[in-house]
């Protein structure tokens, strides 16, 4: 029996409730999903079981501040699903994290993992306080208090965190000491993202934007075009963004356009990108007072003339007010949900192709696995294997992704959702319900 929507009353999907604003991001993922469960013609059971978290843990995390008072945060552990392996997902540090945010979020993992066939669950955390209100000895304290709080949650063969907003390799580093402290022998494979000194992988900085210019690739190869005769535009210009631009720099791609919080640069005979490397290298990593190229902003660099757009910033860039005025060719979402649920039709009308977020920006997750995987063996890899593995992972991805497109005359977003849920559902069936 084909789900009904008007029953569904747990979980993601609280309806009757207020009409669901399709501009946020995590309601857009929810939407796509929704849309992905349609096409699919999921029953009402496994639509439920799909759109239900398998755990939420909520935590208070009591801490001795500096000043010797206490002060009491509260952490989250959402794991979404975990019949494909062990879940997997960033832990954020933020002074207004809801649990409501991490649930989405964790299903968000769930369809990455599911996209690039790494086998693994999706799962987010997060602890509510500002970080950068807190020294560096209270965010340790307060990282392996909440780590002490969850060692029936983590493990490497359970659930494994990875860096997300506001956390980083030192905040990683602290969750490994204190399960490995706890379980009393060394526990590398807990978590991913950690310095490379204590396990971590080579290439795993560098995978989302290696990940997201591969899949530029193959969507070029599937048009025609050849990299080195098309122009790209970049917003942000962070980890995902400066990465993206260099490689498709050294792809003989001219790229027009590049920007961060500072504002947009553009120079329609290119910009020479090891330079704005190198400048940003400068302590501040701000394009502010870059020369070689004209100011422009960041809403006129989204509205360029080029072949590829890559918005590698935040979410919410490309909407129902602006998608109108898109020029490029292919949009490859770097970012996570740069472009809304309202944008996706507008942009489908004027034949755009956008390689989804769950799909594009996957490099980073596909790396985290490889990171886990050599912790296991205690043997670790150098990085041209690291970089020729993700290659083989990300275009066996993109190809999937576009057959299931192909076959189902759908887009490549509703295709990558179709084909995790697909992938996921079909796995619980042969794993059937334990009762
Ligand atoms: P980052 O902090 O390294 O870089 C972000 C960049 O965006 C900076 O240059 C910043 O100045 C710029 N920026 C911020 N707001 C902007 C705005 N309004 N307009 C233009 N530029 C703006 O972050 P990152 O790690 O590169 O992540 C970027 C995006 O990619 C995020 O959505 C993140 O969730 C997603 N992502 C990152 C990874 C990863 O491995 N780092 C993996 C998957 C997805």
């Known amino acids: 029996m084909p789900y009904n929507k008007d029953l569904y009353t747990t979980g993601y999907y609280k309806e009757p409730g207020p009409k669901l604003d399709q501009e946020s991001p995590f309601e857009s993922m929810l939407e796509r999903f929704r849309m992905a469960a349609d096409i699919l013609n999921l029953d009402e059971g496994m639509f439920q079981y799909l759109a239900s978290p398998v755990k939420q843990v909520i935590v208070s995390i009591p801490v001795i501040m500096d000043s010797g008072n206490i ?47 790494v086998p693994f669950g999706g799962a987010k955390g997060a602890v509510r306080c500002d970080p950068k209100s807190l020294s560096h000895s209270e965010l340790e304290r307060v990282t392996r208090r909440y780590t002490a709080n969850m060692l029936g949650v983590f493990g490497p063969d359970r659930d494994i965190p990875a860096p997300d907003m506001n956390t980083n390799e030192q905040v990683m580093a602290w969750i490994m000491d204190t399960y490995s402290m706890n379980s009393q022998r060394t526990e590398t494979a807990v978590v991913t993202g950690k310095p490379i000194i204590l396990g971590g992988s080579k290439g795993r900085k560098e995978a989302t934007g290696r990940g997201v210019v591969t899949t ?20 942000g210009f962070g980890n995902v963004g400066s990465i993206s631009a260099q490689l498709m720099y050294e792809q003989g791609a001219r790229v027009v356009a590049i920007s961060d919080v500072s504002g947009g640069y553009f120079n329609k005979k290119g910009i020479d990108i090891p330079a704005a490397l190198e400048y940003t290298d400068n302590g501040k990593k701000s394009l502010e007072g870059f020369s070689g190229a004209e100011s422009i902003s960041n809403e006129e660099l989204l509205k360029l003339e080029c072949d590829v757009l890559i918005p590698a910033a935040r ?13 490029a060719k292919i949009i490859a979402e770097g970012a996570n949900g740069p472009v809304t649920f309202n944008a996706d039709k507008i942009l489908e009308n004027k034949g755009i192709m956008i390689i989804p977020d769950i799909l ?10 490889f990171e886990w995987v050599q912790d296991r063996q205690g043997y670790f890899w150098t990085e ?15 190809d999937n992704i576009y057959q299931v497109s192909d076959e189902y005359k759908i887009t490549l977003r509703q295709a990558a959702y179709v084909y995790a849920i697909n992938r996921v559902a079909t796995t619980l069936k042969m794993r059937g319900i334990y009762a």
């Open 384 to 398: 041209e294997r690291v970089n020729r593995r993700l290659n083989r992972m990300m275009r066996n991805a993109f």
């Open 71 to 117: 002060e009491v945060f509260e952490g989250y552990r959402v794991i979404h699903d975990n019949v494909l392996g062990p879940s997997k997902g960033g832990i954020r540090y933020s002074p207004d994290v809801t649990l409501e945010e991490v649930k989405a979020l964790a299903a968000w993992m769930t369809w990455k993992c599911a996209v690039v066939n």
């Open 360 to 369: 594009a920006n996957a490099g980073g997750v596909t790396v985290s696995y």
């Open 315 to 327: 979410e919410d860039q490309i909407n129902r007010h602006n998608a109108e005025q898109i020029k």
């Open 216 to 235: 530029i690739l193959a969507a070029l190869s599937k048009l025609g075009k050849m990299p080195n005769k098309v122009t790209v535009a970049v917003q």
